[in-house]
């Protein structure tokens, strides 16, 4: 038969474990706002990388068209009423420039899909640059590199957006085993004090 606890050391036990429970509820939630605060920032970067990548596509596409037709009309292109002014091709080709900069500063270049991402957006670039020099012959290359690019994009935005929908590790390694352990501590605990005969 074993001897009744002595009410003391159950007080003890019990501040203990609310000790340790209360620990642990403090890691989960400062675990729980760091991940919050970190799913925030990356799902900002996925729509900045979103938009800056449909700007430069865009634009990409824009100042093709523009070689296409030019090429295509020869001198009357600018009189034809569907044409772009020379100021507005000034300003596609500074947003082509500026969207792929702020593309390269968002990507991370040890990443193999990043690079290859990057090389794409490259040969967009290049065939672009090639096009002015042989304008009909280049503009099909130089739209199909376009949408290439934009197609290899797509998967990079979902494993980002996967990313952010699992959660960091440590708020994996907090939701898969300290929450569980708080949980298997109260029950123990729970279990102790109906268990245990105390001592008056």
């Avoid at 429970?21 to 706002?33: E, K, M, P, R």
């Avoid at 300003?91 to 270049?109: Q, T």
């Avoid at 130089?142 to 929908?165: F, G, H, N």
């Amino acid at each position: 038969m074993t001897d009744p606890l002595p009410s003391n050391a159950l007080v003890a036990i019990a501040t203990v474990v609310a000790a340790v429970i209360a620990g642990l509820i403090s890691v989960v939630a400062l675990t729980l706002t760091k991940e919050q605060k970190t799913s925030e920032f990356r799902q900002a970067w996925i729509d900045g990388l979103r938009s800056d990548l449909a700007d430069y596509l865009a634009a990409a596409r824009a100042m093709a068209r523009v070689i296409e037709e030019a090429a295509a009309f020869g001198d009357k292109y600018a009189a034809l009423p569907f044409t772009i002014p020379p100021d507005q091709v000034g300003e596609i080709r500074r947003n082509v420039a500026v969207s792929l900069y702020r593309i390269k500063l968002r990507l991370n270049p040890d990443e193999k899909e990043h690079q290859e991402l990057l090389r794409l957006l490259g040969s967009v670039s290049e065939t672009q640059k090639q096009a002015v020099s042989a304008p009909l012959e280049r503009t099909a290359a130089m739209l199909q590199a376009v949408e290439t690019a934009a197609d290899y994009s797509r998967p990079i935005l979902k494993a980002e957006w996967r990313r952010v929908k699992a959660g960091e590790p440590q708020f994996r390694l907090v939701r898969n085993w300290l929450v569980p352990v708080v949980f298997a501590l109260c029950a123990f605990f729970a279990w102790l004090i109906v268990s245990v005969k105390i001592a008056a």
